[in-house]
């Protein structure tokens, strides 16, 4: 069985759902307050849905649920119809990929270390990166136009450079599913581009499925074809981008007045923020 | 590139240079003695006086300096990895101070019950180091359903000073006589005297490393954060448990062969990863190797610099380590 960066697409058809939520809350302290309070997701086959919401809107927690790495207060997420608590993390890391918002380092490595564990999943527990191993996280960095800096210690890339390093990383895990948080939050104009075009291709041309938090209306507008808005932990509106991305949500989810309309360049559309007004 | 030849080679490397230390080091003493002539098999054992001062009076010396170097560094590589801080050391939580309280009772109550030709002090170190590895991970594991390595770490530090405060009391309590061969046995002391010890301790630090070897590539994804571990695949509340309780063991283990030896498993760790970079698939096997070499190294200037007195080895890993790693330090930056 030859191994590839990404996993082929299924059979085309009817679109199921890999990854649905149903009535998710959470709450970090049993006495705390709901961070996510009844989310329901489904993320279906090939889909690129965009997570959008204020600062504490709950977004990064949702997209911890969604990857297991926390469990719901109550509500629960299936896998391919599958609880996730009865996956094994090596087998959900092998579906689900994570780029989180910042990785912070606490000893040196080179970026392509840092893209080979990835593979982790893939691997025994003694077993050591073989040549296919190599092979993709190398396509991995290419992917990401990060390959000349394979080697160089992590800890010495710009903000840009570290995050499509982790998305390299992420990549090299050949999960169908990638779950991106702010994945172009520290990036200038130019990358934010290069990383939405990257994404953007990666779903159409490998059919992986994503969810990707942002603060970025335009990326969203640009790349998502469907969007998730959330306010206090709870999902505000859901639906195709064109038809949930309009001026009384961006309002409803930011208290901005803005003005929305279709970028006759670029057909997709674009939203300005014109004043700030009261909830 | 191919890790597992790079691996190979580093370790190979470091073992090398660990084997001809121990080998080397029983032939430095007082009386000189020749290494074929030690393993010379044609001269009688009773006559074969090298062989007799290398294998019964020098070699289980440098064999506990060895596995007592070996575990702190390790246990020392493992512990900075999964509290993701490298400042942690195998003292850090606590266990070793319980292995020291249990070695001042033993010697503050004149315990004489040995077992097995083991004597009563490594037997209460380690007793008490279990003790406080017990209580630590009660703490940490009670407050939330994983392992809180925040939890861990605190727990561990206040059980130290609180431990501490404890053996300072049992030697005010005791005569002085008493009161000195505690504090010599503070000051680490790799004279065991006989195999019997070392052969005691030795499963225990077997069992530790058997987990240490199961851990290396889960520990580099454990340094990047939980959650990214959690997303890669690492079960990391298991990991964390293993973690904490196979350094505890080697710690134990260490502690009641040598007494509590610093600096080997903050200063060890830190140099090799300045050697081989930071892949635990290396930084751990060379850094136990490395910790052998250099502790086997620190009791020999310990017995040899201002013969025929001797220093305690700890307190020689001290003056080396300390300033050593604080030059790295500077030189680095």
Known sequence: MGKSLIQARETPGRRR???????????????????????????TDGALVGILGPNGSGKTTLLRLLSGT????????????????????????????????????????SAIEIVLMGRHPHLGVFTVEGPDDI????????????????DRPFHELSGGEKQRVVIAAALAQSAGLLLLDEPTASLDLGYQ??????????????????????????????????????????????????????????????????????????????????????? | MN????????????????????????????????LPRVFDTTIPWHENVDAQIFFVARLPRVLSGAIVGASLAAAGVVLQAMLRNPLATPFTLGVSAGGALGAMLAIAFGLEVGMMGVSSVPIASFTGSLV??????????????????????????????????????????ADFTQSLRALRWLMGDLDVGSYTPIIAALPF???????????????????????????????????????FLSTSLATGAAVSLGGPIGFIGIVVPHLVRLMVGSDHRIVLPAAALFGAAFTVLCDLTARTIVAPLELPVGIITALIGGPFFLWLLVKKS
């Open chain 1, 17 to 43: 759902a890999v990854l649905s939520a149903d009535q998710l809350s959470f709450r970090y302290a049993p006495d705390g307050p709901l961070v996510v309070d009844g989310v329901s997701v489904r993320l």
């Open chain 1, 70 to 109: 926390r469990k719901p207060s109550s509500g629960r997420v299936l896998l391919d119809g599958q609880p996730l608590d009865r996956w094994s993390r090596r087998e959900v890391a092998r579906r689900i990929a994570v780029v989180p918002q910042e990785t912070e380092l606490v000893f040196e490595y």
């Open chain 1, 135 to 150: 092979r993709i996280a190398r396509e991995a960095l290419t992917a990401t136009g990060t390959a000349p800096l394979a």
């Open chain 1, 193 to 279: 581009l290069e990383v939405s075009s990257l994404l953007q291709r990666l779903n159409q041309d490998h059919g992986v499925t994503m969810a990707i938090s942002t603060h970025d209306l335009n990326l969203a507008a640009s790349i998502c074809r469907e969007l998730i808005l959330m306010r206090d932990g709870r999902v505000l509106a859901t639906g195709p981008t064109h038809e949930v991305l309009t001026p009384e949500n961006v309002q409803r989810l930011y208290d901005v007045e803005a003005d929305v309309h279709v970028h006759s360049g670029t057909g997709h559309m674009t939203v300005v923020p014109v004043r700030r007004v009261a909830r």
């Open chain 2, 3 to 34: 890790i597992r030849r790079r691996i190979f080679t580093v370790v190979s490397l470091f073992a090398l240079a660990t084997i001809a230390v121990v080998l080397w080091a029983p032939t430095v003493g007082s009386t000189s003695i020749s």
């Open chain 2, 132 to 173: 406080a590895t017990a209580i630590v991970y009660w703490l940490a594991s009670s407050r939330k359903r994983g392992l809180s390595t925040n939890v861990l770490l605190l727990a561990g530090v206040t059980l130290n000073s609180f431990f501490s405060a404890l053996i300072l009391f049992v030697q005010y309590m």
């Open chain 2, 205 to 243: 630090v077997v069992a530790a490393f058997g987990v240490f070897a199961c851990l290396p590539r889960t520990l580099n994804l454990l340094t990047l954060g939980e959650d990214v571990a959690a997303a890669r695949g690492v079960e990391v509340v298991r990991t964390q448990r293993l973690a």
